[in-house]
């Protein structure tokens, strides 16, 4: 039935491109590609009539949606009655506001995924964010995810826009593969759109921002992403850039745009802690690379008023054989931060604190799983605590930021997965 509902979205959704035709900006990485996208969204929306993706819509039956307009049926027919009915209307009928440009996150848990997306809705313009271990059950290798996400790139004519990152190898080298133009983003001076002069914002823990400079032919525009933390969100701004520049914005005009980034929920966003403590919510999904990144923003941040950094660290799912040396890195890369206390939630909790072990760490706590870390960690916090919650989706570490929050009536509006379903 599944694989008859995404034919059927597949073909509508086909046909309304055909129709339309709409630019569409496919977004792909092993990690970053929600944030680049609503970065690219709130630049272009200034200037074009544009659609982003909703919630995790970036598969074969997502990406269709978001091409249609419409929500997923779920598990009712009548739903889904209701799309098609959306869909062909949208084919038969004539919608003078349908969208000028598709901005479409295109995700791969498995080889051939982003070769069914791009087959169906070629883009206009590709980005590829970066390449790490991730899904590595089903890949197994690294180079093989790097494989998959080149096909975003790699299937685009003369006329298309390859952007890739100059700072990750494995995207880099994936111009060699291109017949499109290809922009370079990054932070060195070789990338063809390039940040300049970072200012980390912060005082009294209350972190206001990040001020930079996107520096492009020459010239350089200053940009303020308010409640942005860490140095790594830089890129969702620099693809950002290069999509709107590609699409013959100025920078100012980028700029401009980029005041209206909001990170998505579960991306490195900063939410009010009990007794004055403040949690950076980095709980949408993990990865050795993200975890890693993640780690260096805490690192990077001197916040007046905290009086430690604690990370409370979840499992990261589906990386194979890499597992146990991925988290025993994790927990060595948390223990070289300076973090005075490591929280380990999930099965692999040992092989993190094993590694925090090694380099020095000894102040340790180990949870089953999520559920006994909420009822249980608010007792381990301090006042004027700064605290990093990271995980894979299945460890559920938004539980853990919802024992901690201020207002957890909030939760709803603030966190990710609080949809009814996921609640069980």
């Given amino acids: 039935m599944k694989k008859t ?26 990690m970053g590609k929600t944030s680049a996208k609503e970065a690219v969204f709130a630049v272009l929306k200034t200037k074009f009539n544009a659609r982003e993706n909703i919630k995790n819509y970036n598969n074969e039956i997502g990406v269709p949606l978001t091409i249609i307009g419409a929500e997923t049926g779920g598990k009712s027919p009548l ?27 295109m995700g791969a848990d498995k080889p051939g995924d982003i070769g069914y997306l791009t087959e169906h809705f070629p883009c206009d313009i590709g980005v590829v964010t970066k390449v790490g271990p991730a899904h590595l059950e089903a890949f197994k290798t690294v180079e093989n995810i790097a494989k998959e996400k080149q096909k975003i790139v790699t299937h685009l004519g003369k006329e298309g826009i390859a952007i890739l990152s100059y700072d990750d190898p494995l995207v880099r080298e994936m111009h060699k593969r291109v017949k499109a133009k290809v922009v370079f983003f990054g932070q060195v001076e070789a990338a063809n759109v390039r940040s300049i002069e970072l200012i980390q914002q912060g005082r009294d823990m209350d972190l206001s921002g990040i001020k930079f400079k996107i520096a492009y032919q020459g010239s350089a525009v200053p940009v303020y992403l308010p409640g942005v933390v860490g140095a790594h969100q ?50 949408y999904n993990s990865s050795p690379r993200a975890a890693a990144a993640a780690l260096d923003a805490l690192a990077d941040l001197n916040v007046g008023g905290a009086e430690r950094k604690v990370v409370i660290l979840g499992d990261m799912l ?99 997965r609080q949809d009814n379903e996921w609640k069980n």
């Avoid at 701004?237 to 005009?253: K, P, R, T």
């Avoid at 000894?362 to 559920?371: A, G, N, P, Q, T």
């Avoid at 938004?398 to 709803?412: I, N």
């Fill in 234 to 283: 830089i890129n969702s701004a620099l693809i950002a850039a290069a999509v709107g520049l590609s699409l013959n914005m100025n920078l100012i005009e980028v700029s401009e745009g980029l005041r209206d980034y909001k990170t998505p929920k579960g991306r490195m966003n900063l939410i009010a802690g009990k007794n004055s403590t403040l949690i950076i919510d980095d709980t």
């Fill in 5 to 30: 509902l995404e034919k059927i979205l597949a073909f509508l959704a086909q046909a309304i491109v055909n129709k339309y035709k709409p630019k569409i900006v496919g977004i792909t990485g092993s």
């Fill in 79 to 105: 739903g889904w009655l209701k799309v098609f009915g959306r869909a062909l209307g949208l084919i038969f009928g004539q919608d003078k506001n349908y969208p000028e440009i598709l901005v479409l996150e």
């Fill in 318 to 416: 589906e990386l194979g054989d890499f597992t146990e040396q991925a988290h025993i890195d994790l927990g060595q890369k948390a223990a070289a931060t300076g973090v005075k206390l490591l929280v380990c939630v999930g099965a692999f909790s040992d092989m993190i604190a094993r590694g925090a072990i090694e380099n020095g760490l000894h102040e340790i706590v180990k949870f089953v799983d999520s559920r006994e870390a909420m009822k249980k960690v608010g007792e381990l916090i301090k006042e004027n605590d700064l605290i990093l919650v990271k995980g894979s989706q299945g460890a559920r570490m938004e539980r853990v930021v919802f024992a901690l929050m201020k207002e957890p009536e909030k939760a709803r509006e603030l966190l990710v």
